[in-house]
């Protein structure tokens, strides 16, 4: 945790946001994987952890600004807990850690929030999540009163979360720092013949020898055109690439994220190496295109112009590269966003909604790839975000666009043909946006083709 007075300056901040209500913040409790005690990894909801700091499960808490009250509700370890294991600090002590002096046991929450309502207070909840959080609203009978989340409340916290602190990014460069030696481990672990399974079991135990878990599920594939593929099993070939997207995430809850692509021999072939390029030209635009006061959006378009432009080179594309972009023709190759912003979550916020996180409240585009971009307002000093451009050779994706003929001015699918066992490619890095510019967040992991075969 940090000093509670980090929480207590938080909290004063949101209330003064605000300025009237009842703040109801659910903690996650433990959760069965397969039966009650096989539990999943405990993680705290990320907004409890940013307000309260504590990671302990079977807790919730209420800001009742109207009566200038903060309280922690839960339950003190029974015999049988402390048994099975071992004690934990007191309630209370939990919430003086956090600048909190009145605690409660969790069976009062509902005679408070029940009195609270019968004053006429609006009670401010987030959007749950988990099945635990709407039963607990329902058994609240919070859910009947409320026109739902509340919309003033997710503003506010996304006003401060967005804007990381020294002592976060500090926090946030640790993460990276673990992120890169993950994936430093997997380009030298990876051979010919072993499994995807093996370089993943190699990585993820840097993060458990940092203190950190992960961020997110790791991804480790010969077949990475599939955005989010979660299997292991394939062995990898000679001549394969293989893509890896794995994050650390520190004690405190703070995430990193990074992606890279190896090549499964010592040299990536000359057809692998030019797509590469392409893909790390985009991803060097967009990097030098980091300041505050642009729109991200901007940055993806450049990033999309700089993978057409190269696609171009290749033949795959033809016409004016701007055009394919504002037509959505560049989605064919790149049909995700190009990045998000990260913090307390991998995907920060995401559960607030990526229309109050990414753009500020303003609508979203719906056309097929540029609907997938998280974040698209002007950055501001503090943002925290990943750049990932990626290109990708979807078969079924191939099939579909041709079938319709869609964007032939734009797409060559005789040519398309040759690549459409190719897979796909993409790195990924972390970065902070600065008052002047932009600053990568973490050690360099290697990035050009050259940088990867010299450690292969
Ligand atoms: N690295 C996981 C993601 O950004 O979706
Ligand atoms: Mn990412």
Known sequence: MFAKETYINRRYALKKTLGTGLLLFLGNDECGMNYEDNTYRFRQDSSFLYFFGLSYAGLAAVINIDEDEEIVFGDELTIDHIVWMGSQPTLKEKATSAGITE?????????????????????????????????????????????????PLIRAIVRLRNYKTKEEITEIERACNVTADMHITAMKTLQPGMRECEVSAALEAVAQ???????FPTITTTRGQTLHNHCHKNIVKPGDMLLIDAGAETEMGYAGDMSS???????????????????????????????????????????????????????????????????????????????HMMGLDVHDMENLGEIWVGYD??????????????????????????????????????????????????????????????????????????ETGTRRLGKKKPMTTDEIEALR
């Not at 959007?127 to 989340?149: D, F, I, M």
């Not at 020898?209 to 961020?215: D, F, H």
């Not at 719906?366 to 290109?391: D, N, Y």
């Open 261 to 339: 692509t190896i090549c499964a021999g010592s040299r990536f072939s000359t057809r692998q190496k030019e797509v590469y390029d392409i893909q790390l030209a985009a991803h060097r635009a967009a990097v030098a295109a980091l300041k505050p006061g642009i729109p991200f959006e901007e940055v993806y378009d450049l990033a999309c112009r700089t993978i057409c432009e190269g696609l171009k080179g290749l033949g795959l594309m033809k016409g004016d590269p701007a055009e394919a972009v504002a037509a959505g023709a560049h989605a064919m190759f790149f049909p995700c966003g190009l990045g």
């Open 361 to 434: 409240g303003h609508p979203k585009n719906t056309q097929f790839g540029r609907k997938s971009l998280r974040l698209a307002r002007p950055l501001e000093p503090g943002f925290v975000l990943t750049i990932e451009p990626g290109i990708y050779f979807i078969p079924e994706l191939i099939d579909y666009w041709k079938a319709e003929k869609r964007f032939v001015e734009f797409i060559n699918y005789e040519r398309l043909e040759d690549y459409r066992d190719f897979t796909g490619l993409r790195n990924e890095e972390d970065y902070l946006i600065t």
């Open 103 to 151: 605690t409660r046991p969790s069976t009062h929450l509902q005679t408070y929030i029940e009195q609270a309502t019968a004053k006429g207070q609006a009670i401010h909840y987030l959007p749950p999540y988990r099945a635990e959080h709407l039963l607990k609203l329902e058994r609240l009978s919070v859910l009947r009163q409320s026109t739902g989340p509340s919309i």
């Open 209 to 215: 020898a940092n203190l950190c878990s992960l961020s």
